[in-house]
């Protein structure tokens, strides 16, 4: 009968050791997902924050930046046109040679065997 006891103890404690561990895997889960929630939060506050910071720093700097732009495009499209003209007027000047020369090029085959073609020995 005393055996029959201690098997039913040793029962019970195993009974209980495992509600334990469900218990314990519980809170683990729990603090797993409060643990993602809160940096989740964390993240987004951050987010929020450094968009405020940027939307500030545009309004407050935004005229510098886009002035600035301007200037640039402004300048790259002077550079732009003086580089077009000159080509223009460099074509104007050279083009009717540029096109007797391709037309002479093309007119004018002489066709040639590269060097390491060697000629059929002659019979």
Not at 36 to 42: L, N, T
Request: hydrophobic share 30%.
């Amino acid at each position: 009968m005393k055996s029959a006891q201690n098997s039913a103890g040793i029962q019970t404690l195993l009974d209980a050791e495992r509600e334990a561990q469900k218990i314990v895997q519980k809170d683990r889960t729990k603090r797993v997902k409060d643990a993602r929630s809160e940096a989740q939060k964390e993240i987004d506050d951050y987010r929020k924050q450094k968009d405020q910071e940027f939307k500030k720093f545009e309004s407050e700097a935004g005229l510098v930046h886009t002035s600035g732009n301007q200037k640039a495009e402004e300048d790259a499209d002077k550079e732009a046109d003086q580089k077009m003209k000159e080509m223009k007027d460099v074509g104007s000047k050279s083009g009717d040679k540029v096109v007797d020369d391709l037309l002479k090029a093309v007119t004018d085959v002489k066709p040639e065997a590269p060097d390491r073609v060697t000629a059929p020995p002659k019979a």
